[in-house]
């Protein structure tokens, strides 16, 4: 049930405060707001005369405001919700993160489509000159899955007329060290090359009280080389080909709640004799143990969220190579352009999944009791161990193959009518691998004591689950877009897509006590083949010199998809059907005061059917993610932006959005209800987590309903140098994290954050340096937080990072 008292963001003093600031900026005449040119419609054009919901971040902006990963985009970007591996935009994102199903933000680098989201934190965007988040489905120009809208990574081009470098040195707290070089320039003629390398690294922010350790660092080094040969006037083509990888010791999760230390006894009642089990020290329907019964230290994380006292350390590794080409030829009255790309990426994570260390353990059989015929017996007596304490691990490794080529024709012809379009093709070879190990034997020889009581072995390599999955996609589309210029204000816009998707999915899948014990291992196997048009019809017209409307009706499309990985023990695979959404939208966008002002707004409205959600579903004990189809669903919001010149050296700047998502008819079950709160210990039975609920006016998950951001800049003049100062201020509002919207345990808090920069240049600038804060008030709140587990009942959170602070050195020659 949805809590009534919700904390409301002031948006009306909000608008006070800027409608004020606004009127009272005297102005010069002679300085304006600088012109930003976005891509976000597949041609060139200012963003203040773009017909869309887009926001732009320049690489200057970026380095006045800090913008250098993917939460400070987030919180500077209307809508738009940053998460580990998830991105959602107007509460529209990717489900789940198993192979069969598929973002719901489609990001592209140089226009070439990816799923992962490493770009946002490989290099601190060194070598991307522009940063485009479109809001909205982009069926006809984007269409792959990007239903929620896209985010355009736009690289820097080689330099054909002259050679600059830039170094940049950066040293902060947490060991925080950051050196890079980028340098570009003519080769020859017609050849200019640009050459990037970047090396990252800061200790981490999680302390292990077992060993001293440190998790949660970061290190990353990415390196990059693009070639653009200007073979004549009209044609040019762009090679970039980059490599980034990563090795660290990631946070083994932030758990923020006491461990369910309780032993679990064996449960006799009216169920007695059901195939769902219950053995001592399992909860009911689980068949692993609860690893925390009987534990007399308590979790840390309680007292303290950034520690932790486990005994394996934890492992991530991630590597991406990839190559971008562009050949554009320019004809006068068309343009020709082909773009293809080439990826693979592979990522490995391995973490302590009991979350404890073997000192600390009180699993102990002695204290655990089995009912039989003579009464109730300790199982140590039976198996002969007593203490067991468990070495669980988790792992999960995922290898990817990605390959797209794009052909694109486009008209700038003298007429009233223009067109785009273009053949499209993608596929894409997806592998992943993950398993849950017990490496204490004594405890597997327990569990194989209580498996031989329902005729059940185990895994002699000490697998509880273990899983592998392989996917291909292919996807080709064929698209077009008409311009009209019915009036000398009036452009009315007809795009129309055309796409078909075909999936091939297998998996192998393990969970103990499931299945034929001859053959424990289950393969799920199944293919399909989704096709869908997509549309739209728009205009724009042209108020006045500095100021327009627009306003369009678009539908969007995301392929079927499989539920692979869960551990069933029929071959049967669990499809998911195809979404489709209806989009209408009005914008504004208009300058004010000698272009020193810049305003944008748009409000829109989804009607969205078969909306792929994310849940999480217990399968055989085992509790994994999952998705499945809202059947109908709405959403309603408003967005603005806004930069303001208030005097030459004073500039404000903001935006705000707000979202209201609903589920109009959707049902379903709360499978892990069971394992939440006082209903911990629970029968599986409990109607709670067995009967469907309406989920009928819930909002979406990752949907706050009011975002906000806003960023003051001064800047002067003194000692012969250039000197600005800036703070900024993000707001984020509660948001849930699951379709059921649980108080207790999927709705986060509302959070805040403000930086500082000061920062002191050349007038040349030649160099400059900057200082910053992140995070003044260091408070560290959640952004995302999974389900409790059913096996530890403990749920893992993401956190915000901590205070951050440091120095900035750019050289320029």
């Known amino acids: 049930m949805k809590s009534t008292s919700h904390k409301r963001f002031p948006v009306r003093r909000l608008c006070a405060v800027v409608a004020a600031m606004v009127a009272a900026g005297p102005a010069s005449a002679d300085t304006s707001l600088e ?45 738009l919700t940053v998460a580990p591996s998830r991105i959602s935009i107007r509460g529209i994102g990717r489900p789940n993160t198993a192979l069969g199903s598929d973002p719901g933000v489609g990001l592209y680098w140089d226009g070439v489509y990816n799923t992962e989201t490493d770009v946002f934190n490989m290099s601190n965007f060194l070598d991307i000159e522009r940063i485009e988040v479109l809001r909205g489905p982009q069926g006809t120009l984007y269409g792959r899955n990007s239903i929620g809208g896209a985010i355009n990574f736009v690289s820097k081009t080689p330099d054909s007329e002259e050679w600059g470098t830039s170094v940049v040195a950066e040293l902060g707290n947490y060991g925080q060290t950051t050196a890079q070089v980028l340098t570009s320039g003519p080769v020859t003629e017609k050849l200019s090359v640009l050459a990037a390398l970047s090396d990252i690294r800061r200790d981490g922010f999680q302390e292990n009280l077992y060993n001293g350790d440190e998790y949660d660092n ?58 769902v089990l219950n053995f001592p020290g399992m909860f009911p329907g689980q068949n692993f143990a609860n690893m925390h019964q009987g534990m007399t230290v308590e ?62 353990s009180g699993l102990d059989w002695n204290n655990l009791y089995l009912t039989t015929q003579f009464g109730p017996l300790p199982m140590s007596l039976i198996t002969g161990i007593g203490a067991t304490p468990s070495d669980l691990i988790f792992s999960f490794e995922q290898e990817s193959e990605f390959t797209s080529h794009e052909l694109q024709v486009s008209t700038d012809l003298e007429g009233p009518v223009n067109f785009i379009g273009g053949l499209y093709y993608y596929n894409s070879d997806e592998t992943q691998d993950i398993y849950y190990q017990e490496r204490n034997a004594e405890l597997m020889a327990v569990y194989a004591t209580l498996g031989s009581f329902i005729g059940q072995g185990v895994n002699p390599e000490g697998y509880l689950y273990k899983a592998d999955a392989e996917l291909e996609t292919t996807s080709t589309a064929i698209y077009g877009q008409m311009d009209w210029s019915a009036t000398d204000d009036l452009v009315v816009t007809l795009g129309l897509r055309y796409s078909e998707d075909e999936k091939s999915g297998r998996d192998n899948t393990f969970a103990q006590y499931v299945g034929n014990p001859a053959a424990p291992f289950v393969t799920h196997a199944g293919s399909d083949t989704w096709d869908q048009p997509t549309w739209k019809l728009g205009f724009d017209y042209t108020l006045s010199e500095d100021h327009f409307l627009y306003g369009f009706v678009a539908t969007g499309y995301r392929s079927g998809g499989f539920n692979l990985l869960q551990p069933t023990a029929t071959p049967d695979i669990d ?30 409205h989804y009607a969205y059917k078969d909306m792929q959600v994310l849940k999480q579903t217990v399968v055989n004990g085992v509790s994994l993610s999952s998705y499945e189809n809202a059947a109908e669903s709405t959403a309603t919001g408003f967005e603005t932006e806004f930069q303001a010149l208030l005097t030459d050296q004073l500039m404000f700047s903001g935006t705000y959005s707000y979202n209201d998502t609903r589920f109009d008819e959707f049902s379903s079950t709360d499978f892990n209800a069971c394992a939440l709160g006082p209903r911990a210990v629970g029968l599986v039975f409990d109607p709670l987590c067995t009967n469907e609920q309406d989920l009928a006016d819930n909002s979406f998950p990752l949907s706050p309903e009011h975002k906000a951001s806003a960023n003051l800049t001064y800047s002067w003049e003194a000692m012969d140098l250039d000197w600005s100062a800036s703070g900024s201020y993000m707001y984020t509002s509660e948001q849930y994290m699951s379709a059921f919207n649980r108080d207790d345990y999927d709705l986060l808090d509302s959070w805040s954050r403000v930086d500082l920069r000061l920062n002191v240049a050349s007038p040349d600038e030649t160099w400059e340096v900057t200082g910053f804060v992140k995070n003044l008030s260091d408070d560290r709140d959640v952004v995302y937080r999974d389900r409790p587990s059913t096996v530890t009942h403990t749920a893992v959170s993401t956190l915000t990072d901590p205070r951050l602070y440091g120095v900035r050195l750019k050289y320029n020659f």
Do not use: C
């Open 575 to 604: 499809m998911v059907d195809p979404e489709t959404l209806t989009s209408t939208e009005l914008g504004y966008r208009g300058s004010f005061a000698d272009n020193r002002v810049n305003l944008s707004a748009s409000v829109y």
């Open 35 to 79: 012109e930003i040119v976005v891509t976000a419609n597949k041609r060139e054009s200012s963003l203040m005369e773009t017909a869309a919901a887009v926001s732009a971040f320049d690489s200057g902006a970026r380095e006045d405001m800090g913008i250098d990963g993917s939460a400070d985009l987030a919180a500077r970007s209307p809508s």
């Open 218 to 275: 970061r290190e990353n080094q990415y390196a990059t080389v693009s070639l653009k040969h200007q073979t004549t006037e009209n044609w040019s083509s762009t090679l970039k080909v980059m490599r980034s990888n990563s090795d660290t010791n990631p946070s083994n999760g932030y758990t923020l709640e006491p461990f369910s230390t309780e032993n679990v006894q064996e449960v006799r009642d009216a169920y007695v004799g059901a195939t």
């Open 299 to 360: 979790n840390p994380g309680v007292n303290d969220p950034s520690q932790v006292s486990i005994d394996f350390e934890p492992t991530q590794s991630s590597e991406r190579d990839a190559l971008f080409f562009t050949s554009e030829w320019d004809a006068d009255s068309f343009v020709v352009k082909y773009t293809a790309g080439h990826s693979k990426f592979d990522f490995s994570r391995a973490l302590d999944a009991d979350l404890t260390a073997a000192e600390d």
